[in-house]
């Protein structure tokens, strides 16, 4: 179940392979302008999913729990079905510690991917990809969002982990 989670958060934001590392990302947040996460574009989606990693990473609970729809579900390569609950506590062990955070930058190194966003209507899929393959040809991950009073919140994720080579 570890596995799991640590393959959900480094596919959760891919904010890090373009910043280097993700130990970049805390250090950065406070001083970049970030896209506004309550408008209904593919930056914002993707705002919100890097936002959504760095919540698990630092044991924001509280951001977590109003992000994540309480039907929501993740289903990992292996095929296990976690739910929310799983998720915010995983993100409640985070906080006060970096270890997940070096966990997550090197699994990051190891397997840069693409992201692409499709929006229909209320609905958002974040599809994560190999780079090398392009998104048409690869897909290792994807969140669905929904678009809900005024706000991306995430419904459902699913793994399918990253391809062999």
Known sequence: MRKQYLFRIALACLAATTMGTTGAIAATSATRTSPDETA????????????????????????LDAMLLP??????TDGAVHPKSAIMAHAAKNRGSDEERRKVEAWIKAHPSGKAVVIHGDTAILSFYD????????????????YVDGRWHALYSQHSGPGKS
Not at 40 to 61: N, Y
């Open 40 to 63: 209904r574009t593919e930056a914002a989606v993707i705002a919100v999913d890097e936002h959504w990693l760095e919540a698990e990473l630092s044991g924001d609970s509280a951001w």
């Open 131 to 146: 780079p090398t393959k392009g998104a048409a040809s690869d897909v290792r991950s994807s969140d669905i969002f929904v």
């Open 71 to 76: 039907e929501y579900r993740s289903v990992g």
